[in-house]
Protein backbone atom coordinates (compact mmCIF):
# COMPACT_ATOMS: atom_id res chain seq x y z
CA UNK A 1 0.00 0.00 0.00
CA UNK A 2 1.31 3.29 -0.75
CA UNK A 3 2.41 5.69 2.24
CA UNK A 4 1.06 9.06 2.67
CA UNK A 5 3.23 11.10 4.73
CA UNK A 6 1.77 12.97 7.85
CA UNK A 7 2.04 16.85 6.27
CA UNK A 8 -0.59 15.59 3.74
CA UNK A 9 -3.22 14.36 6.27
CA UNK A 10 -1.88 17.30 8.40
CA UNK A 11 -2.61 20.28 5.87
CA UNK A 12 -6.17 18.93 4.31
CA UNK A 13 -7.09 18.96 7.88
CA UNK A 14 -6.04 22.33 8.29
CA UNK A 15 -7.18 23.79 5.08
CA UNK A 16 -10.74 21.76 5.87
CA UNK A 17 -11.04 24.07 9.68
CA UNK A 18 -9.58 27.16 7.98
CA UNK A 19 -12.46 27.46 5.09
CA UNK A 20 -14.80 26.46 7.75
CA UNK A 21 -14.32 29.60 10.18
CA UNK A 22 -13.04 31.83 7.42
CA UNK A 23 -16.12 31.47 5.25
CA UNK A 24 -18.47 32.35 7.47
CA UNK A 25 -17.08 35.73 8.61
CA UNK A 26 -16.78 36.31 4.83
CA UNK A 27 -20.61 35.47 4.25
CA UNK A 28 -21.28 38.16 6.80
CA UNK A 29 -19.29 40.74 6.19
CA UNK A 30 -21.10 41.38 2.04
CA UNK A 31 -24.36 41.19 2.73
CA UNK A 32 -24.25 44.06 5.77
CA UNK A 33 -24.07 47.23 3.44
CA UNK A 34 -26.74 45.97 0.78
CA UNK A 35 -29.38 45.04 3.08
CA UNK A 36 -29.11 48.80 5.43
CA UNK A 37 -29.53 49.98 1.57
CA UNK A 38 -32.14 47.85 0.86
CA UNK A 39 -33.82 48.63 4.11
CA UNK A 40 -33.55 52.39 3.59
CA UNK A 41 -35.26 51.83 -0.06
CA UNK A 42 -38.20 49.74 1.08
CA UNK A 43 -38.43 51.47 4.48
CA UNK A 44 -41.24 53.66 3.23
CA UNK A 45 -43.62 51.10 1.33
CA UNK A 46 -46.52 49.67 3.41
CA UNK A 47 -46.85 45.92 3.54
CA UNK A 48 -48.77 43.96 0.85
CA UNK A 49 -51.81 42.30 2.49
CA UNK A 50 -51.01 39.25 0.50
CA UNK A 51 -47.29 39.19 1.09
CA UNK A 52 -46.13 40.21 -2.45
CA UNK A 53 -43.53 42.36 -2.31
CA UNK A 54 -41.16 39.66 -2.98
CA UNK A 55 -40.52 36.77 -5.27
CA UNK A 56 -40.49 34.33 -2.23
CA UNK A 57 -43.81 36.02 -0.87
CA UNK A 58 -45.57 35.79 -3.95
CA UNK A 59 -45.13 32.36 -4.91
CA UNK A 60 -45.60 31.29 -0.85
CA UNK A 61 -49.23 32.94 -1.18
CA UNK A 62 -50.39 31.50 -4.16
CA UNK A 63 -49.48 27.76 -2.89
CA UNK A 64 -51.12 28.67 0.46
CA UNK A 65 -54.51 30.21 -1.74
CA UNK A 66 -54.64 26.95 -3.55
CA UNK A 67 -54.37 24.87 -0.28
CA UNK A 68 -56.93 26.59 0.91
CA UNK A 69 -58.88 25.92 -2.11
CA UNK A 70 -59.71 29.62 -2.66
CA UNK A 71 -59.18 30.09 -6.37
CA UNK A 72 -60.08 33.39 -5.90
CA UNK A 73 -57.83 34.69 -3.94
CA UNK A 74 -54.58 32.68 -5.92
CA UNK A 75 -55.78 34.54 -8.97
CA UNK A 76 -55.13 37.68 -7.31
CA UNK A 77 -51.33 36.55 -7.79
CA UNK A 78 -51.45 36.17 -11.25
CA UNK A 79 -51.21 39.39 -13.99
CA UNK A 80 -54.01 38.72 -16.55
CA UNK A 81 -54.20 39.84 -19.98
CA UNK A 82 -56.86 42.56 -21.05
CA UNK A 83 -58.86 39.94 -22.82
CA UNK A 84 -59.38 37.72 -19.50
CA UNK A 85 -62.36 39.90 -17.15
CA UNK A 86 -64.51 37.33 -16.34
CA UNK A 87 -63.75 35.66 -12.47
CA UNK A 88 -64.52 32.42 -13.67
CA UNK A 89 -62.47 32.21 -16.26
CA UNK A 90 -59.73 33.84 -14.31
CA UNK A 91 -60.32 31.13 -11.36
CA UNK A 92 -60.25 28.39 -14.64
CA UNK A 93 -56.64 29.44 -15.43
CA UNK A 94 -55.67 29.24 -11.63
CA UNK A 95 -56.73 25.44 -11.47
CA UNK A 96 -55.39 24.54 -14.92
CA UNK A 97 -52.24 26.04 -13.75
CA UNK A 98 -52.31 23.80 -10.37
CA UNK A 99 -52.63 21.03 -12.54
CA UNK A 100 -49.67 21.89 -14.75
CA UNK A 101 -47.70 22.50 -11.32
CA UNK A 102 -49.16 18.72 -10.63
CA UNK A 103 -48.34 16.64 -13.68
CA UNK A 104 -44.74 16.82 -13.68
CA UNK A 105 -44.32 20.35 -12.99
CA UNK A 106 -41.73 21.97 -11.55
CA UNK A 107 -41.27 24.45 -8.67
CA UNK A 108 -37.99 25.85 -7.20
CA UNK A 109 -38.52 25.00 -3.12
CA UNK A 110 -39.07 28.12 -1.15
CA UNK A 111 -35.30 29.21 -0.09
CA UNK A 112 -34.13 28.98 -3.38
CA UNK A 113 -36.62 32.14 -4.57
CA UNK A 114 -35.15 35.21 -3.84
CA UNK A 115 -36.66 37.38 -0.69
CA UNK A 116 -35.28 40.61 -1.88
CA UNK A 117 -38.05 43.30 -3.30
CA UNK A 118 -35.87 43.94 -5.79
CA UNK A 119 -35.36 39.93 -7.23
CA UNK A 120 -32.24 38.04 -7.96
CA UNK A 121 -30.18 40.47 -10.59
CA UNK A 122 -27.73 38.51 -11.05
CA UNK A 123 -29.56 35.29 -13.09
CA UNK A 124 -29.21 36.75 -16.02
CA UNK A 125 -32.43 37.46 -16.98
CA UNK A 126 -34.36 41.25 -16.57
CA UNK A 127 -34.09 42.85 -13.81
CA UNK A 128 -37.94 43.09 -12.76
CA UNK A 129 -38.20 39.27 -14.05
CA UNK A 130 -37.80 35.90 -12.27
CA UNK A 131 -38.04 32.25 -13.21
CA UNK A 132 -39.49 30.32 -10.58
CA UNK A 133 -40.19 26.83 -12.55
CA UNK A 134 -41.61 25.40 -15.56
CA UNK A 135 -44.78 23.22 -16.69
CA UNK A 136 -45.61 20.96 -19.56
CA UNK A 137 -48.15 20.83 -21.87
CA UNK A 138 -48.63 19.81 -25.40
CA UNK A 139 -45.36 18.20 -25.83
CA UNK A 140 -43.29 21.90 -24.66
CA UNK A 141 -41.76 22.96 -21.74
CA UNK A 142 -43.17 26.48 -20.76
CA UNK A 143 -41.03 28.49 -18.24
CA UNK A 144 -42.93 30.37 -15.68
CA UNK A 145 -41.70 33.60 -14.85
CA UNK A 146 -42.85 36.19 -12.13
CA UNK A 147 -42.63 39.93 -13.31
CA UNK A 148 -42.32 43.25 -11.06
CA UNK A 149 -45.62 45.16 -11.58
CA UNK A 150 -47.23 48.00 -9.51
CA UNK A 151 -49.86 47.99 -7.45
CA UNK A 152 -53.27 50.25 -7.05
CA UNK A 153 -51.05 52.73 -4.66
CA UNK A 154 -48.17 52.83 -7.17
CA UNK A 155 -46.20 50.13 -5.02
CA UNK A 156 -44.12 47.36 -6.67
CA UNK A 157 -45.69 43.76 -6.17
CA UNK A 158 -44.25 40.85 -8.10
CA UNK A 159 -47.36 38.90 -9.63
CA UNK A 160 -47.52 35.84 -12.03
CA UNK A 161 -46.68 37.61 -15.50
CA UNK A 162 -49.37 37.93 -18.34
CA UNK A 163 -47.02 36.23 -20.75
CA UNK A 164 -46.80 33.34 -18.30
CA UNK A 165 -50.80 33.51 -18.14
CA UNK A 166 -51.89 34.31 -21.75
CA UNK A 167 -49.26 31.04 -22.66
CA UNK A 168 -51.40 29.08 -20.07
CA UNK A 169 -54.53 29.35 -20.80
CA UNK A 170 -54.16 28.74 -24.31
CA UNK A 171 -53.05 25.09 -23.35
CA UNK A 172 -55.13 21.96 -23.37
CA UNK A 173 -54.78 19.28 -20.67
CA UNK A 174 -54.74 15.68 -20.35
CA UNK A 175 -57.21 13.20 -18.14
CA UNK A 176 -56.46 13.66 -14.22
CA UNK A 177 -53.02 13.00 -12.76
CA UNK A 178 -51.41 9.59 -12.49
CA UNK A 179 -51.96 9.18 -8.53
CA UNK A 180 -55.51 9.88 -8.87
CA UNK A 181 -56.42 7.64 -10.96
CA UNK A 182 -54.62 4.78 -9.24
CA UNK A 183 -55.54 5.83 -5.63
CA UNK A 184 -58.82 4.78 -4.08
CA UNK A 185 -61.72 7.21 -4.50
CA UNK A 186 -62.01 6.76 -0.43
CA UNK A 187 -58.54 8.27 -0.46
CA UNK A 188 -59.17 11.23 -2.54
CA UNK A 189 -62.26 12.52 -0.32
CA UNK A 190 -60.78 13.99 2.55
CA UNK A 191 -58.40 16.62 2.27
CA UNK A 192 -55.68 17.83 4.86
CA UNK A 193 -53.72 21.01 3.92
CA UNK A 194 -55.53 21.13 0.50
CA UNK A 195 -54.20 17.73 -0.31
CA UNK A 196 -55.96 14.15 -0.23
CA UNK A 197 -55.19 11.93 2.39
CA UNK A 198 -54.43 9.35 0.07
CA UNK A 199 -51.39 11.87 -1.09
CA UNK A 200 -49.96 12.19 2.33
CA UNK A 201 -49.78 8.18 2.68
CA UNK A 202 -48.86 7.39 -0.50
CA UNK A 203 -45.78 10.53 -0.07
CA UNK A 204 -44.81 8.63 3.55
CA UNK A 205 -44.85 4.74 1.88
CA UNK A 206 -42.10 6.81 -0.87
CA UNK A 207 -40.29 8.47 1.98
CA UNK A 208 -39.46 4.29 3.05
CA UNK A 209 -39.76 3.05 -0.22
CA UNK A 210 -36.87 5.27 -1.22
CA UNK A 211 -34.80 4.67 1.62
CA UNK A 212 -34.70 0.75 0.80
CA UNK A 213 -33.98 0.84 -2.80
CA UNK A 214 -31.09 3.12 -1.83
CA UNK A 215 -29.69 1.20 0.82
CA UNK A 216 -30.01 -1.82 -2.07
CA UNK A 217 -28.10 0.09 -4.32
CA UNK A 218 -25.27 1.92 -2.06
CA UNK A 219 -25.24 -1.90 -0.90
CA UNK A 220 -24.50 -3.13 -4.25
CA UNK A 221 -22.44 -0.67 -5.82
CA UNK A 222 -20.24 -1.00 -2.78
CA UNK A 223 -20.14 -4.80 -2.61
CA UNK A 224 -19.22 -5.06 -6.13
CA UNK A 225 -16.55 -2.36 -5.65
CA UNK A 226 -15.02 -4.38 -3.06
CA UNK A 227 -15.18 -7.61 -5.52
CA UNK A 228 -13.32 -5.58 -8.01
CA UNK A 229 -10.90 -3.74 -6.66
CA UNK A 230 -9.09 -5.04 -3.72
CA UNK A 231 -7.35 -1.59 -2.12
CA UNK A 232 -11.34 -1.00 -0.65
CA UNK A 233 -9.99 -3.57 1.78
CA UNK A 234 -7.28 -1.72 3.01
CA UNK A 235 -6.67 1.75 5.18
CA UNK A 236 -7.23 4.34 4.35
CA UNK A 237 -9.85 3.46 1.11
CA UNK A 238 -11.76 1.18 3.57
CA UNK A 239 -12.34 3.73 6.00
CA UNK A 240 -12.84 6.41 3.59
CA UNK A 241 -15.65 4.09 1.77
CA UNK A 242 -17.33 3.73 5.67
CA UNK A 243 -17.04 7.28 5.91
CA UNK A 244 -18.72 7.94 2.58
CA UNK A 245 -21.70 5.07 3.10
CA UNK A 246 -24.76 6.61 5.28
CA UNK A 247 -24.45 10.27 3.27
CA UNK A 248 -24.63 8.87 0.36
CA UNK A 249 -27.73 6.58 0.63
CA UNK A 250 -29.33 9.53 2.64
CA UNK A 251 -28.79 11.92 -0.41
CA UNK A 252 -30.19 8.97 -2.73
CA UNK A 253 -32.73 8.56 -1.17
CA UNK A 254 -33.31 12.14 -1.48
CA UNK A 255 -33.13 12.27 -5.41
CA UNK A 256 -35.00 9.15 -5.74
CA UNK A 257 -38.07 10.56 -3.61
CA UNK A 258 -37.88 13.71 -6.08
CA UNK A 259 -38.19 11.47 -8.77
CA UNK A 260 -40.60 9.40 -8.09
CA UNK A 261 -43.23 11.72 -6.57
CA UNK A 262 -42.83 14.50 -9.60
CA UNK A 263 -43.50 10.53 -12.13
CA UNK A 264 -46.68 10.00 -9.63
CA UNK A 265 -47.56 13.44 -10.29
CA UNK A 266 -48.39 13.88 -6.33
CA UNK A 267 -49.63 17.39 -5.71
CA UNK A 268 -47.96 20.62 -6.24
CA UNK A 269 -49.01 22.04 -2.51
CA UNK A 270 -47.50 18.46 -1.05
CA UNK A 271 -44.32 18.61 -2.91
CA UNK A 272 -43.85 22.15 -1.57
CA UNK A 273 -44.32 21.37 1.88
CA UNK A 274 -41.55 18.30 1.33
CA UNK A 275 -39.35 20.38 -0.28
CA UNK A 276 -38.25 21.94 2.89
CA UNK A 277 -37.47 18.60 4.61
CA UNK A 278 -35.86 17.27 1.59
CA UNK A 279 -33.48 20.10 1.21
CA UNK A 280 -33.03 19.40 5.21
CA UNK A 281 -32.37 15.98 4.83
CA UNK A 282 -29.29 16.76 2.01
CA UNK A 283 -27.52 19.17 4.02
CA UNK A 284 -27.48 17.11 6.53
CA UNK A 285 -26.02 13.98 4.63
CA UNK A 286 -23.64 16.55 3.63
CA UNK A 287 -22.49 17.69 7.02
CA UNK A 288 -23.12 13.75 8.18
CA UNK A 289 -20.69 13.66 5.61
CA UNK A 290 -17.62 15.89 6.72
CA UNK A 291 -18.00 14.64 10.56
CA UNK A 292 -17.16 11.58 9.45
CA UNK A 293 -14.47 12.13 7.28
CA UNK A 294 -13.07 14.59 10.07
CA UNK A 295 -13.44 11.76 12.40
CA UNK A 296 -11.96 9.43 9.97
CA UNK A 297 -8.98 11.60 9.33
CA UNK A 298 -8.12 12.76 12.56
CA UNK A 299 -7.74 8.74 13.92
CA UNK A 300 -5.85 7.80 11.07
CA UNK A 301 -3.29 10.76 11.53
CA UNK A 302 -3.46 10.35 15.21
CA UNK A 303 -2.27 6.88 14.45
CA UNK A 304 0.20 7.91 12.36
CA UNK A 305 1.80 10.29 14.30
CA UNK A 306 1.86 7.83 17.23
CA UNK A 307 3.98 5.37 15.16
CA UNK A 308 6.11 8.07 14.06
CA UNK A 309 6.68 9.00 17.63
CA UNK A 310 5.39 12.68 17.56
CA UNK A 311 3.23 13.35 20.24
CA UNK A 312 2.83 16.69 19.46
CA UNK A 313 1.37 16.07 15.75
CA UNK A 314 -1.08 13.93 17.97
CA UNK A 315 -2.33 17.47 19.94
CA UNK A 316 -2.12 19.47 16.80
CA UNK A 317 -4.90 16.96 15.14
CA UNK A 318 -6.77 16.46 17.99
CA UNK A 319 -6.96 20.61 18.14
CA UNK A 320 -7.80 20.61 14.29
CA UNK A 321 -10.20 18.22 14.35
CA UNK A 322 -12.45 20.06 17.31
CA UNK A 323 -12.10 23.44 15.48
CA UNK A 324 -13.73 21.41 12.07
CA UNK A 325 -16.33 20.15 14.09
CA UNK A 326 -17.93 22.82 15.27
CA UNK A 327 -17.38 24.58 11.95
CA UNK A 328 -18.84 21.64 10.43
CA UNK A 329 -21.90 22.78 13.36
CA UNK A 330 -21.99 26.28 12.90
CA UNK A 331 -22.39 25.87 8.87
CA UNK A 332 -25.21 23.32 9.66
CA UNK A 333 -27.17 25.55 11.51
CA UNK A 334 -26.74 28.54 8.86
CA UNK A 335 -27.58 26.11 6.10
CA UNK A 336 -30.98 24.44 7.98
CA UNK A 337 -32.23 28.11 9.02
CA UNK A 338 -31.74 28.94 5.25
CA UNK A 339 -33.35 26.10 4.02
CA UNK A 340 -36.48 26.73 5.87
CA UNK A 341 -36.62 30.39 5.32
CA UNK A 342 -35.20 32.09 8.66
CA UNK A 343 -33.46 35.40 7.94
CA UNK A 344 -29.95 34.69 9.03
CA UNK A 345 -27.96 37.68 7.42
CA UNK A 346 -28.29 39.89 11.10
CA UNK A 347 -26.88 37.24 12.42
CA UNK A 348 -23.86 36.33 9.82
CA UNK A 349 -23.11 39.43 10.14
CA UNK A 350 -22.86 39.59 13.80
CA UNK A 351 -20.91 36.72 13.71
CA UNK A 352 -18.59 38.16 10.72
CA UNK A 353 -17.61 41.21 13.62
CA UNK A 354 -17.15 38.69 16.24
CA UNK A 355 -14.69 36.54 14.65
CA UNK A 356 -12.58 39.67 13.06
CA UNK A 357 -12.29 40.96 17.00
CA UNK A 358 -11.82 37.52 17.98
CA UNK A 359 -9.18 37.43 15.40
CA UNK A 360 -7.35 40.78 16.06
CA UNK A 361 -7.32 39.70 19.90
CA UNK A 362 -5.53 36.60 19.88
CA UNK A 363 -3.70 37.30 16.90
CA UNK A 364 -0.29 36.17 18.57
CA UNK A 365 -2.08 32.85 19.56
CA UNK A 366 -2.76 32.17 16.10
CA UNK A 367 0.28 32.57 14.57
CA UNK A 368 2.17 30.46 17.26
CA UNK A 369 -0.79 27.93 16.32
CA UNK A 370 -0.22 27.92 13.02
CA UNK A 371 3.72 27.68 13.09
CA UNK A 372 3.34 24.82 15.05
CA UNK A 373 0.97 23.75 11.85
CA UNK A 374 3.63 24.47 10.18
CA UNK A 375 6.73 22.51 12.25
CA UNK A 376 4.62 18.99 12.53
CA UNK A 377 3.86 19.54 8.64
CA UNK A 378 6.94 20.41 6.71
CA UNK A 379 8.80 18.49 9.79
CA UNK A 380 11.96 20.65 9.36
CA UNK A 381 13.24 19.55 12.98
CA UNK A 382 12.36 16.55 15.43
CA UNK A 383 12.49 15.86 18.93
CA UNK A 384 16.03 15.21 19.66
CA UNK A 385 17.50 16.73 16.65
CA UNK A 386 20.76 19.13 17.36
CA UNK A 387 19.91 22.68 15.33
CA UNK A 388 20.68 26.24 15.37
CA UNK A 389 17.57 28.45 15.27
CA UNK A 390 18.73 32.00 14.66
CA UNK A 391 21.42 32.55 17.44
CA UNK A 392 20.60 29.38 19.10
CA UNK A 393 21.96 26.09 19.63
CA UNK A 394 21.23 23.26 21.37
CA UNK A 395 19.09 19.54 21.36
CA UNK A 396 15.17 19.77 20.79
CA UNK A 397 13.40 18.54 23.72
CA UNK A 398 9.62 19.48 23.03
CA UNK A 399 7.52 20.66 20.08
CA UNK A 400 3.84 22.15 21.63
CA UNK A 401 1.41 23.90 20.28
CA UNK A 402 2.42 27.51 21.19
CA UNK A 403 6.16 27.14 21.79
CA UNK A 404 9.39 25.00 21.02
CA UNK A 405 11.81 24.20 23.74
CA UNK A 406 15.87 23.58 23.04
CA UNK A 407 18.28 22.67 25.83
CA UNK A 408 21.28 24.41 25.02
CA UNK A 409 25.05 23.51 25.07
CA UNK A 410 25.13 25.36 28.30
CA UNK A 411 21.90 22.44 29.79
CA UNK A 412 19.68 25.56 29.68
CA UNK A 413 16.61 25.41 28.35
CA UNK A 414 14.90 28.01 26.00
CA UNK A 415 11.19 28.30 24.73
CA UNK A 416 10.90 29.75 21.09
CA UNK A 417 6.97 30.89 19.98
CA UNK A 418 6.17 28.66 17.21
CA UNK A 419 5.45 31.36 15.17
CA UNK A 420 8.79 32.77 15.41
CA UNK A 421 10.12 29.71 15.39
CA UNK A 422 8.82 28.83 12.01
CA UNK A 423 10.05 32.27 10.67
CA UNK A 424 13.22 31.75 11.17
CA UNK A 425 16.52 30.54 9.67
CA UNK A 426 16.38 26.53 11.06
CA UNK A 427 19.74 25.29 10.76
CA UNK A 428 18.91 21.20 11.33
CA UNK A 429 22.55 19.29 11.80
CA UNK A 430 20.90 15.95 12.25
CA UNK A 431 20.08 15.58 8.93
CA UNK A 432 23.37 16.26 7.44
CA UNK A 433 24.67 13.37 5.33
CA UNK A 434 28.08 13.52 5.56
CA UNK A 435 30.72 15.35 8.04
CA UNK A 436 33.19 18.18 7.02
CA UNK A 437 36.73 18.04 6.83
CA UNK A 438 39.17 21.28 7.08
CA UNK A 439 42.18 22.05 8.18
CA UNK A 440 45.33 24.41 6.96
CA UNK A 441 48.93 23.25 8.02
CA UNK A 442 51.71 25.69 8.07
CA UNK A 443 55.08 24.63 7.79
CA UNK A 444 58.17 26.63 8.41
CA UNK A 445 59.74 28.29 5.21
CA UNK A 446 62.67 26.30 5.62
CA UNK A 447 60.96 23.67 3.87
CA UNK A 448 61.94 22.94 0.70
CA UNK A 449 59.56 22.84 -2.68
CA UNK A 450 60.86 18.59 -2.94
CA UNK A 451 59.82 18.58 0.89
CA UNK A 452 56.29 20.21 -0.25
CA UNK A 453 56.14 17.58 -3.12
CA UNK A 454 56.55 15.04 -0.80
CA UNK A 455 54.16 16.31 1.87
CA UNK A 456 51.37 16.69 -0.54
CA UNK A 457 52.23 13.04 -2.38
CA UNK A 458 51.61 11.60 1.30
CA UNK A 459 49.16 13.41 3.19
CA UNK A 460 47.13 12.62 -0.26
CA UNK A 461 47.73 8.68 0.43
CA UNK A 462 46.77 9.29 4.01
CA UNK A 463 42.99 10.61 2.37
CA UNK A 464 42.89 8.13 -0.37
CA UNK A 465 43.73 5.09 1.96
CA UNK A 466 41.81 6.17 4.82
CA UNK A 467 38.36 3.80 4.36
CA UNK A 468 36.30 6.59 6.23
CA UNK A 469 37.38 9.31 3.79
CA UNK A 470 35.00 9.85 0.48
CA UNK A 471 37.33 9.68 -2.31
CA UNK A 472 35.20 13.12 -4.19
CA UNK A 473 36.09 15.82 -3.26
CA UNK A 474 38.86 14.87 -1.14
CA UNK A 475 42.01 17.26 -1.81
CA UNK A 476 45.16 18.38 -0.58
CA UNK A 477 46.66 21.89 -2.15
CA UNK A 478 49.25 23.73 -1.24
CA UNK A 479 47.60 27.18 -1.04
CA UNK A 480 50.24 30.34 -0.77
CA UNK A 481 53.09 32.02 1.26
CA UNK A 482 51.38 33.21 4.61
CA UNK A 483 53.47 35.66 6.63
CA UNK A 484 55.44 33.04 8.74
CA UNK A 485 54.48 29.94 7.03
CA UNK A 486 53.79 27.44 3.79
CA UNK A 487 50.29 26.81 4.05
CA UNK A 488 48.88 23.47 2.74
CA UNK A 489 44.93 23.27 2.75
CA UNK A 490 43.54 19.49 3.38
CA UNK A 491 39.54 19.07 2.58
CA UNK A 492 38.02 16.38 2.44
CA UNK A 493 34.34 14.69 3.63
CA UNK A 494 34.23 11.87 6.08
CA UNK A 495 31.32 8.80 6.53
CA UNK A 496 30.43 9.23 10.02
CA UNK A 497 27.13 8.45 11.70
CA UNK A 498 27.31 11.09 14.19
CA UNK A 499 29.22 13.63 15.21
CA UNK A 500 31.46 12.21 18.37
CA UNK A 501 32.69 9.25 15.37
CA UNK A 502 33.66 12.36 13.26
CA UNK A 503 35.69 13.52 16.38
CA UNK A 504 37.63 10.21 16.44
CA UNK A 505 37.97 9.95 12.74
CA UNK A 506 39.50 13.20 12.42
CA UNK A 507 41.88 12.24 15.23
CA UNK A 508 43.16 9.59 13.65
CA UNK A 509 43.63 11.86 10.62
CA UNK A 510 45.43 14.39 12.60
CA UNK A 511 48.21 11.54 14.05
CA UNK A 512 48.66 9.96 10.71
CA UNK A 513 49.45 13.31 9.22
CA UNK A 514 51.47 14.49 11.95
CA UNK A 515 53.50 10.95 10.98
CA UNK A 516 54.00 12.53 7.44
CA UNK A 517 55.31 15.61 8.69
CA UNK A 518 57.88 13.92 10.90
CA UNK A 519 59.07 11.62 8.19
CA UNK A 520 59.70 14.40 5.63
CA UNK A 521 62.15 16.42 7.68
CA UNK A 522 60.48 19.66 8.30
CA UNK A 523 58.59 20.90 10.67
CA UNK A 524 55.22 23.10 11.88
CA UNK A 525 56.03 26.73 11.40
CA UNK A 526 56.08 29.19 14.58
CA UNK A 527 54.27 32.61 14.59
CA UNK A 528 56.96 35.30 14.46
CA UNK A 529 55.57 37.13 17.47
CA UNK A 530 56.82 33.92 19.88
CA UNK A 531 60.31 34.49 20.92
CA UNK A 532 61.79 31.20 21.27
CA UNK A 533 65.01 30.34 23.49
CA UNK A 534 66.66 27.31 22.64
CA UNK A 535 68.90 25.59 20.44
CA UNK A 536 67.34 25.01 17.54
CA UNK A 537 68.29 21.79 16.17
CA UNK A 538 67.28 22.49 12.70
CA UNK A 539 66.40 20.73 10.16
CA UNK A 540 66.94 16.82 9.70
CA UNK A 541 69.85 16.43 7.15
CA UNK A 542 69.10 12.63 6.79
CA UNK A 543 65.53 12.99 6.82
CA UNK A 544 65.66 15.86 4.33
CA UNK A 545 67.79 13.98 2.04
CA UNK A 546 65.60 11.34 2.38
CA UNK A 547 62.28 13.34 0.93
CA UNK A 548 63.98 14.44 -1.58
CA UNK A 549 65.71 11.00 -2.68
CA UNK A 550 62.29 9.83 -3.31
CA UNK A 551 61.00 12.75 -5.00
CA UNK A 552 63.71 12.52 -7.27
CA UNK A 553 62.95 8.53 -7.60
CA UNK A 554 59.34 9.31 -8.49
CA UNK A 555 60.71 11.87 -11.45
CA UNK A 556 62.79 9.04 -13.01
CA UNK A 557 59.95 6.62 -12.90
CA UNK A 558 57.23 9.17 -14.13
CA UNK A 559 55.37 8.11 -10.76
CA UNK A 560 54.95 11.55 -9.07
CA UNK A 561 51.13 12.15 -8.24
CA UNK A 562 51.45 16.07 -8.61
CA UNK A 563 49.33 18.17 -9.70
CA UNK A 564 47.22 14.91 -9.22
CA UNK A 565 46.89 11.02 -8.15
CA UNK A 566 46.64 9.26 -11.10
CA UNK A 567 43.44 6.35 -11.29
CA UNK A 568 45.74 3.75 -10.75
CA UNK A 569 47.54 4.92 -8.33
CA UNK A 570 44.59 5.73 -6.21
CA UNK A 571 43.01 2.02 -6.94
CA UNK A 572 45.94 0.82 -5.45
CA UNK A 573 46.14 2.81 -2.24
CA UNK A 574 42.12 2.16 -1.71
CA UNK A 575 41.89 0.70 2.23
CA UNK A 576 45.58 0.01 2.28
CA UNK A 577 45.15 1.63 5.75
CA UNK A 578 43.62 0.41 8.62
CA UNK A 579 40.72 2.03 10.48
CA UNK A 580 40.49 1.71 13.91
CA UNK A 581 44.69 1.71 14.00
CA UNK A 582 46.65 -0.81 14.73
CA UNK A 583 47.63 -1.05 18.02
CA UNK A 584 44.09 0.96 19.42
CA UNK A 585 41.80 -1.39 21.78
CA UNK A 586 38.25 -1.28 19.19
CA UNK A 587 41.20 -2.86 16.25
CA UNK A 588 41.41 -6.72 15.55
CA UNK A 589 44.34 -7.99 16.33
CA UNK A 590 45.99 -9.98 13.28
CA UNK A 591 46.52 -13.02 15.59
CA UNK A 592 42.94 -13.54 15.92
CA UNK A 593 42.51 -12.80 12.07
Known amino acids: MKKISDSHYLKFVFIISLLLFGSLPAEAQFPIGSNQNKEAETEEIPEDPLGRRTPRGTVKGFIDAMAGQNFNLAARYLNFPASITLEEDKEQIVQVLQRLFDQKGNLQPYHTISDDPNGKIDD???????????????????????????????????????????AISSLSLRGSALIDEIMPSILKKYLWGGVPAGQWIVALVLIALSYFVSLLLISTIILLLKKLWKRTRETPISGIIKAIKLPVKLYAAVWIFVALSRNLELSIIL???????????????????????????GKFSQEKMVLRGNPAGVSIVLFLQRAAKIGIVVFGIIAVLGAVGID??????????????????????????????????DRPIRVGDFCRVGQITGHIEKIGIRSTQIRTLDRTVVSIPNG????????????????????????????SPDQLRFLLAELRKVLYAHPKVYEEPARIRFTGFAAHSLDIEIFAYLDAKDFNEFLEIREDLMLRMMDVVDRSGTEFAFPSQTIYFGKDQGLSKEKSAEAEAEVQNWKKEWEMPLPQFSREQIDALKNKSSYPPEGS?????KSEV
Open 124 to 166: GIDGNLEIIGNVNADNESIDIFLKQYDDEAGNPIWLFSSETVG
Open 271 to 297: RQKFSAITIIVGIAAFLILLWRLSDFI
Open 344 to 377: VTTGLAALGIGGIALALGAQKTIENFVGSVTLIA
Open 420 to 447: AFSSDTIENFAHRDKFRFITTLNFRYET
Open 585 to 589: STSIK
